[in-house]
T-cell receptor
Framework: DARVTQTPRDKVTEMGQEVTMRCQPI?????VFWYRQTMMQGLELLAY????????DSGMPKDRFSAEMPDATLATLKIQPSEPRDSAVYFC???????????????FGSGTRLTVV | KQEVTQIPAALSVPEGENLVLNCSFT??????LQWFRQDPGKGLTSLLL?????REQTSGRLNASLDKSSGRSTLYIAASQPGDSATYLC????????????FGTGTRLTIIP
């Protein structure tokens, strides 16, 4: 089965350090998403890309977060500097846009569990 | 602003029982609704996707229904098994041009052997 691969699986870092999370979407999928999951807020969309171009990053704190797709096989989410409140599980998901009415499901990766101490 | 609610937050039932999980949303003008399953420490697995024009979708022992006008969806699980224990999340998408999914807070389901 095709899968979305995220690395690292777990990351513990000190406050103020830079953190980079990586995602390999499913080959052929043209839409990539970054979600964050916390106990308090649940799952929230941070940003998403279509054909590597950012379409919506309104859910992302702009001062410290950045998301990019250097190529079609790699998406990155970077936090600089990291803060304890960034501790969460970060999920990447990918999907393939189809014509209206056909819809599509998303495939999620296993997530990166980030702990900032 | 779309809000998605799932009640109850947790549910325990004996193995073999049929059960229903509920999802409600405040803005009925949705594009589609999706049910996911999340196992502890794992990602989300898509179970069923219902387009706004559909009333229900079925996959094996799972049946999801959608009533847009009332802002509700249900996930029916027949003949529950211990392997069904997980957190179930529903998510709505507003329109074709907006990929954002708004998730509910989930129902943690435990099937008692």
């Amino acid at each position: 089965d095709a899968r979305v691969t995220q690395t690292p699986r777990d990351k513990v870092t000190e406050m103020g350090q830079e953190v980079t999370m990586r995602c390999q979407p499913i080959l052929g999928h043209n839409t990539v998403f970054w979600y964050r999951q916390t106990m308090m807020q649940g799952l929230e969309l941070l940003a998403y890309f279509r054909n590597r171009a950012p379409l919506d990053d309104s859910g992302m704190p702009k001062d410290r977060f950045s998301a990019e797709m250097p190529d079609a096989t790699l998406a990155t989410l970077k936090i600089q500097p990291s803060e304890p409140r960034d501790s969460a599980v970060y999920f990447c998901a990918s999907g393939l846009v189809r014509p209206p009415g056909q819809g599509y499901g998303y495939t999620f990766g296993s997530g990166t569990r980030l702990t900032v101490v | 602003k779309q809000e998605v609610t799932q009640i109850p937050a947790a549910l325990s039932v004996p193995e073999g029982e049929n059960l229903v999980l509920n999802c409600s949303f405040t803005d009925s003008a949705i594009y589609n609704l999706q049910w996911f399953r999340q196992d502890p420490g794992k990602g989300l697995t898509s179970l069923l996707l219902i387009q706004s024009s559909q009333r229900e979708q079925t996959s094996g022992r799972l049946n999801a229904s959608l009533d847009k006008s009332s802002g509700r969806s249900t996930l029916y699980i027949a003949a529950s098994q211990p392997g069904d224990s997980a957190t179930y999340l529903c998510a709505v998408r507003l329109n074709f041009g907006n990929e954002k999914l708004t998730f509910g807070t989930g129902t943690r389901l435990t099937i008692i052997p």
